[in-house]
């Protein structure tokens, strides 16, 4: 009698659990700001400082990116990573700031508490995982020491700015899968494919389960152009796209949540609006990225002069050439 209530009550905590297991949370905190960003590098370009204050005060940060950095060629995964790694370079250039204001407004002291005492200052340890978002896998980086952040990556296709996908991924874009001219579209690494209606539930999901305060998206106010031809679209559709997805779904599901949009691309023609400490923080992270990014300008310098050149040539635009505009400006989307 004995034993077969000690194997109950075994079989009723196996249960337990099991569905604690079930349920549990794939992220990491909740609260705080969702970034929405189409390529590696937008949240540090055209969410900054937002995304640096977020970090400052601990808030709850999750950076969903839409599409991979592969250049448009399929054998390129290993750039991809690499463009993800500064990523997370960034953030924990960012968190180490953090940690340091945060430190010296506590001490109200601005000498020794200035960065992490060498006997105490923790490594910050990358750490990729598979979650489960909804029915799909998703590949998520959860930084060592930064338990308020955490990464995710769809890895999908590109497109250029001028909205045309790469023969190398079957000319496979967002803006071709929302304008439901494909059926679907399929991430650069081959591991899954999703519908647009696929698309939806995975980010219904995150919405429903991360339960943030502040859904940072990009410019879904911009018009796409009706087809891929030769003018450039004011925002970069993969921009465009992935705001609108992320509205789309707030709207159809009535998703509680605070929407702040911000301009990309068309920023680049407004007038410089950040204060000297913001610019600087900024420039610094985004150079922390670009340490892992050899094709992007690695200094202001660089850039200023990458600008001059282009703008000479009369280069048609590429995003690259105005990084010294993006790292001056932040403006919200109205």
Same mark, same amino acid.
């Given at each position: ?12 905590? +196996? ?5 604690a297991?079930? $349920? ?17 590098? !937008?949240?540090? +370009?055209y @969410?900054?400082?937002?995304?640096l204050?977020d #970090?400052?005060?601990?808030k709850c ?7 991979? !950095?592969?250049g448009? !060629? ?7 990573? /690499? ?15 953090? %940690? ?11 000498? /020794? ?5 060498e006997?105490?200052?923790? /490594?910050?340890v990358?750490?990729e995982?598979?979650?489960? &978002?909804?029915k ?7 930084l060592?020491?930064?338990p308020?952040?955490?990464?995710? %990556? ?6 250029t700015?001028?909205?045309?996908? %790469? ?5 496979e ?9 494909i ?14 209606d ?30 891929d031809?030769?003018?450039?679209? &004011?925002? @970069?559709?993969?921009?465009? &796209?992935?705001a ?17 949009? %911000? ?11 950040l204060? $000297?400490?913001?610019?600087?923080? =900024?420039?610094?992270t ?13 200094s ?6 990458? #600008? =001059? ?5 009369? @280069? ?19």
């Amino acid at each position: 009698m004995l034993a077969q209530r000690f194997l109950s009550f075994f079989l009723a905590l +196996l249960t337990l659990v099991a569905v604690a297991a079930a $349920t549990a949370s794939p992220f990491l905190c909740t609260g705080g700001s969702i970034y929405f960003t189409a390529n590696t590098a !937008d949240s540090l +370009l055209y @969410h900054n400082p937002d995304l640096l204050h977020d #970090l400052y005060v601990f808030k709850c940060v999750t950076t969903v990116v839409f599409t991979a !950095d592969s250049g448009g !060629d399929a054998a390129n995964h290993t750039t991809v990573l /690499e463009h993800e790694r500064g990523l997370e370079e960034a953030y924990k250039f960012m968190n180490d700031a953090s %940690y340091r204001l945060a430190k010296t407004t506590r001490d109200n002291s601005d000498s /020794e508490q200035s960065a992490h005492p060498e006997s105490g200052k923790e /490594e910050l340890v990358r750490t990729e995982t598979m979650i489960k &978002v909804g029915k799909h896998n998703i590949t998520a980086s959860s930084l060592g020491g930064m338990p308020n952040a955490q990464i995710l %990556y769809l890895r999908l296709p590109a497109s250029t700015q001028t909205g045309q996908g %790469y023969e190398a991924f079957g000319n496979e874009t967002l803006k071709r899968l929302y304008k439901k001219q494909i059926p679907h579209i399929t991430t650069t690494d081959g591991t899954a494919m999703y519908t647009l209606d696929d698309m939806k539930d995975v980010i219904s999901t995150i919405l429903r389960d991360r339960k943030a305060n502040t859904l940072r998206v990009l410019n879904h106010l911009a018009s796409l152009l009706a087809d891929d031809d030769d003018d450039v679209e &004011v925002e @970069h559709p993969d921009r465009i &796209v992935s705001a609108k997805l992320v509205v789309d779904v707030v709207k159809e599901e009535q998703i509680k949540g605070s929407i702040q949009a %911000y301009a990309s691309d068309f920023m680049r023609k407004l007038d410089a609006n950040l204060n $000297t400490a913001d610019f600087n923080d =900024k420039a610094a992270t985004y150079f922390e990225y670009a340490k892992r990014a050899p094709d992007r300008c690695q200094s202001l310098k660089e850039c200023a002069d990458r #600008l =001059k050149d282009a703008q000479a040539a009369s @280069h048609p635009y590429d995003e690259q050439d105005y990084i010294s505009r993006f790292l001056k400006r932040e403006y919200y989307a109205s």
